[in-house]
């Protein structure tokens, strides 16, 4: 095992996972419940699951103590290593620019 590996909490990392996996099963729940106002639901909720998951993420080599060393907003935030925030910000840049001339 890596140094790296020994530096995550695992214990941690499984409780806030679990947390994120139940506000994954409420949405869920939620959608099943009333599948008519679907858009409605995920746009009200799928915010939630994003932040708990990020909160695993974002917490797991502290542990607790990223509580108290951490902002809020970074806790929360999508993760920087992840490509998708990549992607996302590649794609902001692009809808930024002027149409090209052809």
Sequence with gaps: MS?????YDPEWTLATLNDAKEALEDL???VEDSPEEVKEILEENIANVYAKLNYAFNSAKDGPDALLSMPDDELVAFPSVLPLKH???FEEKDEEKPDEVQ
């Design 3 to 7: 140094e790296e590996q020994l530096e």
């Design 28 to 30: 869920i729940a939620q």
């Design 87 to 89: 992607k996302v910000e």
